[in-house]
């Protein structure tokens, strides 16, 4: 069964600080993509990467950054010198073939309070 | 710009009324995605379509249809609005590449 677990509910920080939100996936796909999504009090999910299985290297944007651990299936996100700009739920996705379509899995979430 | 439009931000109905939940996108993409939101549970697929008059059900389809005569218009319908359908609703529309692009979201409130 594919699955995703945030297992992170609520992360509350001072601003600056770093902060790291995990994801664990399983999947028996060996074809997969992996994804963050922000939902901002506003509501609008917005997106912020997507990783493909076949691809490990760890990315960096800004002060955002992306560890892909097949290994130990994980796909953590850590924010660098977090902002107040930053407090938003955050999901992790899974991108799966399931009864012969490709649909996203989500986690249930991590609600980030970045306060100043 | 990628656009993906919900008719509603803000829905309050009462328990047995037909509810329409309209969502639009403008990137002639031909997947689209109905989710619900609810705390703790991350968003759950309701329904999906691949393509016009397409549809499938997703996790959670219980009390819920869907109709998709345009391309762009994919709309959710609750027959018989129960409480238990209060939630954050999410339409989602896709490229061919996964990526999935969503709309703002339509909090629905059932009295």
């Known amino acids: 069964a594919q699955k995703v677990t945030q297992a992170q509910t609520e992360i509350s920080v001072v601003e600056k600080e770093d902060v790291t939100l995990d994801c664990v996936y399983e999947t028996r796909d060996t074809t997969y993509y992996l994804f963050w999504y922000k939902q901002p009090p506003s509501g609008e999910l917005v997106f912020l990467i997507r990783r493909n299985s076949f691809d490990e290297q760890n990315e960096i944007s800004g002060r955002y950054s992306w560890n892909f651990q097949k290994s130990t299936s994980s796909f953590n996100f850590t924010i660098t010198a977090s902002q107040v700009v930053d407090s938003a739920v955050y999901f992790c996705?899974?991108?799966?073939?399931?009864?012969?379509?490709?649909?996203?899995?989500f986690g249930q979430g991590t609600r980030l309070t970045i306060n100043p | 710009d990628v656009k993906v439009t919900q008719s509603s931000r803000y829905l309050v109905k009462r328990t047995g009324e037909k509810v329409f939940l309209e969502c639009v996108q403008d990137m002639d993409h031909e997947n689209m995605f109905w989710y619900r939101q609810d705390p703790g549970l991350g968003l759950r697929l309701i329904y999906f379509?691949?393509?016009?008059?397409?549809?499938e059900k997703g996790d959670i389809p219980e009390g819920y249809s869907v109709s998709r005569e345009k391309k762009e218009r994919f709309s959710l319908i609750l027959e018989s609005a129960s409480t238990n359908q209060t939630s954050m609703y999410l339409c989602a529309s896709r490229r061919p590449s996964g990526r999935q692009f969503f709309g703002p979201g339509t909090r629905l409130t059932v009295l």
């Open positions: 379509s691949y393509d016009v008059k397409m549809k």
């Open positions: 996705a899974l991108s799966a073939v399931i009864q012969g379509a490709q649909k996203l899995v």
